[in-house]
């Protein structure tokens, strides 16, 4: 049995609960787990202040409410699983190594920023930066999956190294921004600049895309690992298309201003 | 990559002889610039004054700057960090389609013009406004003229400056930084400064709703913000230290008239490059100075019990990672 | 008013060498032979230093907060100082912020720190930032060898009026000396060139050299009387095969006083990054055979920090060889920085010759009168990893582990695995306080004597000399102790030293049509107003001749 979470009242300012995490509470009693210090603003509080605490020891941890103001949730955690039923705040999962999150609402800033392992999905929309570096750092998402139902924000998969990162619904600017390995599939498509200043790795679109002018067409292909990353994303039932009788991909090498080692696929249907 | 190449003004009034406005109109809004710092200038480097110099004016709109340009590029609005983008490829010899070029608003025979000149600089210096740093895009566009900047020194020697808004905004900028290691978007809740601009920027902040007070010296977001942060403003109390009724004075709970800086009160403002200069005013002025108001906060604060139980000792956010 | 009884004492300005003996401190921060009543420190046991002094470093001014701006990822992972009701908040680091830049200094037992680059332009705000390091007290250097009114000058053969101008911008600036980064690069650099050789003409002047600068500049600084003599950064920095520009700008010195700043940089063979070796020995000879001149390392330590110098040039190299982080300010008439973040690495040839060569100097150089603890900081490595230096030092034990992560092929452009030598504490005393002090010529720093200043750590004595040497028990300063038990205790203001050399009041007029050229600024606004130091304390001039 997992350990629940209720929010009792909304924070009115923002809620640092770091503490929220397998790795911290997992070997806690509820008592303690009571007592565990939240930083709302700048007071410091017991959780119970905010969460009514109930459940069995455990590593799997559900919460019910709406924390859109509650951030980093699941930071750093290296095992068990999060369930969010209802909005998250900011920095859901960042620095993860390991264990799962599901959180069926919406998400905001910094999903899996920096992550290392591990597995995020969000039924709702994200916000910006999805997987990726925070300001200064060379490097994002080390590895890990992060899908995201609907909508994403801002440069999605910023300087990602590894991994992989689904948008099922319709993501804005700067998707893959300085990327330097790993995939990131849009099922629907992106606003603009996708791609800028990527040094590698892999952006697979099944909607068109407006590119940058730094891109060059290199030729109309289905790469064999379209169809090893279509069967490893069914399992969350989603579907990339590879058979050349259903279309092709038109790939894309940019960004010329940098190393133009990075690729982009765009899917035709035939 | 990354990082920022650039000079005092002093540098550009000595040695510019290729001068470039990105998205910016000085004529207008800095107008003494052209002839203290840049283009009018005469120098033991350029004896010819403005002959001697080259001046490119990029800008979506013909604005009154242009006329003082040698060559003003108009371009299509949104296409700044595009066009960034080609340039920053084309100086490294790599291939970009006419047709894509032309999307940008410029012909091939205009940008390859463009980087013949640059790389035949003996100095070249770019200043970036709002045009392009407050536009789609927004930092990415001025990161990108940053980095073009910097790889442009593979070539020649080359430099790029943002010009600063009004105010003491480089002032602030230049304190932040020693006091907190970090420019602005910064967050002291945990007792110690983080930073996330997004996050803990004050636009962001308060279209969020994420603050419960706000004290604001020296600005006035009510004229210029998005209506869900001037909404905000209006809901919480904010305090406002300004020597003018100004649109957030309006709004605010409690509005302190203070000597006007520089005009009746001393202090340091910093220049856009950083260079500090002495105010030194002029008037006397019956209020008290922002430092004054804010010295004597700081001291009923002080009387106060400290904002934590005794002992208690925030924790940083554990820096893993 | 402090008594400090039963501490084993190290006092090498008064020959004094581990001896057990009371320390008496009066209320004006001073030693005196005796007090009554006030506080007693029981140091039994405990090993007694003259507070740490720092000849060479970055702390303060647009080039590190330049730094700081650049490197926010390392503020990040960093050790945060928390705000307490004594205490600012702040961050350590590569680059720290000025609050902590004091608290970490005092946390391990330095007391004085001379920040060595400041360009007259922004001595305002070099002075502001100063103002906002704690603890410690405090001098600064003023950029000279490139300033293109001095250059002209010395072009022109006016070495008079030159010295009347350098005396005018050291009081503009309101310093305690003059820095010279390699002289007539910068200005070069200024243009995308470097000037690598003392005796060619600089980018744009017909006669002057390098070396001229060099010999001129120091001549100035002796006959000005400037209590620290001309603060050198020799041409070339960095670049394999520099020890020739090295010797010979020594040799340029013509037998005057000077203080070589981070000698490390500039003392290596080879023809090219992968022949790069050490020749530390050749280095080491020179200040063997010559006793007037000092130097600080320059040491590097193995790991992550940002590069800050006013050496453009190569600050432009290391940019191309990293693909790093780049910053660049060039300062007008003045000087210029670049700053770089890089990371030191045993495995890299050229690193690991760079390391060697640090300690090589320290250990090779016989009297530790003369070279002194630094690590250039942030350039070779922070200031709070001092203690990791000061152990490879006192134990060639430690030196013989590390020389283990250093590749075979590597070791043999180095001569530190056949050095055996091991620093007492007594040395260790002179090359962290007393010799850094005197060369700065504060009299009654690092010193434990009657009416010095009574700035001093007291360490718990430990066979780990890590241990003991970043974790003091006690550090006092002025008298007051500012750290216990490894907590910041007090966080009093420390002074800012400057001088005031004599200059010819014409000085001001002759100044006035040059600077409208050269500037951007009035005359009026560019000199700082002494007022606006706080707590400053003016120390004399004496011509060298009148000594
Ligand atoms: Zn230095």
Redesign the interface.
Known sequence: MPITFHLKRPPTVPLEAEVLSPDVVGSLTNSEIRSLTVYHGKRQLPLSEFFDVEGEQSDDLVFHGALNKVRWVGRAMSRGSITVHGDVGMHLGAHMSGGRIEVHGNASDWVGGEMKKGLIHVHGNAGGQVGAAYRGSNIGMKDGVILVDGSAGLEVGMRMRRGTIVIGGPARDFVGLQMKGGTIVLLSGAEIRTGAWMNRGTIISLQPLQLMPTFACSGVQNPVFVNLYSRFLQSWGIHLPFAASEGVYRQYRGDLAVSAKGEILIWQPA | MGGKVTCTLGEVKQRADFIIYWGGNPAECHPRHFTKYTIMQKSRFLPRGRKDRTMVLVDIRETKSAKAADIFLQIRPGKDFELITILRALIKGQPVADEQIAETGLSRAVVDDLIARMKRAKFGCMFFGMGLSMTRGKHMNSAALLCLAAEMNAFTKFVAMPMRGHGNVTGADVIMRWQTGFPFGISFNRGYPRYNPGEFSTVDVLVRGDCDAAFIIGADPGATMPQPAIDHLARIPTIVLDPHVTHTSRIARVHITTAPQGIAAPGTAYRMDELPMPLKPALKSPYPSDEEVVRRINEAIARKPFWLPDGRQPQMVATLG | MIRITGGKVYDPANGIDGEIKDLCIDDHGKFVASVSGGRTIDATGMIIFPGGVDVHTHV?G?AI??A???????????Q??????TR????G?M?????ATGYLYAGMGWTTVNEAAVPV??A??TH??LA?IPIVDKASLTLMANNEIMLDLLEQGEFERAKQVVAWYLWAAKSYGIKAVSPGGVAAW???KDAKQLTSPIAGYDKLTPGDIVTQLARICDEMGLPHPMHLHCNNLGAPGNIATTLDTLKHLEGRRAHIAHSQYHAYGGDGWDTMRSETTQLAEYFNTHPGITTDAGAVVFGDTVTITADGPWQ?LL??LT???????????ET?CG??PYTYRPSNLVNAVQWACGLELLLLIRDPWQVFLSTDHPNGGCFWRYPEIIQLLMNADVRKECLQKIPDRIKSSMVLPEITREYTLSEIAVAMSAGPARALGLKEKGNLGLGCDADLVIYESDPDVLKMFGHPRYVIKAGEVVIEDGDIREAPQGKEFLVKPAYDPATDEFMRPLFE?????SFE?YPV?FERLEHPELRDCIPVTER
């Open positions: 303060a647009g907060n330049f700081r701006a650049m490197t926010p990822e390392d503020h990040r992972r960093t945060a100082f928390m705000r307490t009701k600012r908040s702040g961050l680091g680059a720290p912020t000025t609050f332009l922004s305002r705000h502001e930032e906002d200024k243009w995308g432009h940019y191309k693909g790093r982080k780049w910053g660049n300010l060039d300062v007008e008439n210029g700053i770089v050229d050269h500037y951007t600024m606004n107003e």
